[in-house]
């Protein structure tokens, strides 16, 4: 092939790539660009932490991440004790004793996996006072969900939530890893749900990397702030250890225990205009 043949291919190469970005840039990009997980830096000396702009849309769905009624000049001084339990090694029920010891609520993020496998527990949640959300029924991303594949896993584990305990499940969701995307946070508030972030959580979920107790409640007692949600793993060994100690000693300081529901905003259930 002489060189102008080879000028005619690229140039054609060049126009057909040219093409597919621009005929395709939406579904292309705004597929990942609408992915998103879930962080907050944390801020010491008990201050709020504040929202990143990169998330700040969430508010439009009725997200929470800390309480909005209150701040750090309130005179009431509440914290909002979460749990996201998938199942049960011994800790969950550890966990529960300290709640009815201390006359604690606490909000329970569960999936289907303990509510087949740990029936009676998911039961003394209920009944002990505590509200229990949505985690979807098996933890699966739904980042990368449509709107049918994630109100199909929401309504999985509602559906087996009330034969269990004859009640219509909370709607409290709570996305796994903390990833979401805006259509998640669209589809959701439409549907009647409220979607709870949080505004600490520390690493406590890997059962093999646990840290010592001592530094564990430093660590939390440190980034304390009012109307904070504190997100745990009830399947922490760590957590079941210090956890008497850690509401102890948040009552101390003035802080009340609140349950999530208190702070559902009162358009929650309204769908989006």
Not at 63 to 88: C, I, M
Not at 163 to 177: C, D
Not at 257 to 266: A, K, L, V
Request: with cysteine; glycine share 4%.
């Amino acid at each position: 092939m002489n060189g102008f043949g080879k000028t005619k291919r690229l140039i054609s190469f060049l126009f057909a790539a040219l093409f597919l970005l621009f005929a395709f840039p939406v579904s292309a990009f705004a597929e990942e660009n609408d992915r998103y997980s879930w962080y907050c830096v944390h801020v010491k000396e008990h201050r709020r932490p504040p929202l990143d702009a990169k998330l700040s849309f969430i508010e439009q769905y009725n997200a929470v991440y800390l309480d909005p009624n209150v701040n750090e000049t309130s005179e009431e001084k509440v914290v909002y004790l979460t749990f996201d339990a998938g199942y049960e090694n011994g800790n969950v029920s550890k966990i529960l004793d300290v709640l009815k010891e201390e006359d604690v609520p606490g909000t329970f993020f569960i999936l289907k996996n303990l509510v087949c496998k740990n029936p009676e527990l998911v039961k003394r949640m209920v009944e002990e006072g505590h509200l229990v959300g949505n985690h979807t029924a098996h933890h699966k991303d739904m980042s990368r969900a449509d709107d049918a594949a994630l109100m199909s896993e929401i309504q999985l584990l509602e559906a087996d939530y009330q034969a269990l305990t004859g009640q219509e499940m909370p709607k409290f969701y709570r996305p796994p890893e903390g990833r979401f995307s805006q259509s998640n946070l669209q589809c959701l508030t439409e549907n009647g749900y409220q979607t709870v972030f949080w505004s600490f959580a520390y690493p406590d979920w890997d059962n093999n990397r646990q840290m010592p107790a001592e530094k564990a409640k430093k660590i939390i007692l440190e980034n304390l702030h009012n109307g904070a949600i504190l997100l745990l793993h009830p399947t922490s060994a760590t957590n079941a250890a210090i956890l008497k100690q850690v509401i102890q000693e948040i009552k101390n300081q003035g802080f009340r225990f609140g349950r999530i529901d208190e702070i559902c905003m009162s358009n929650a259930n309204d769908p989006i205009s």
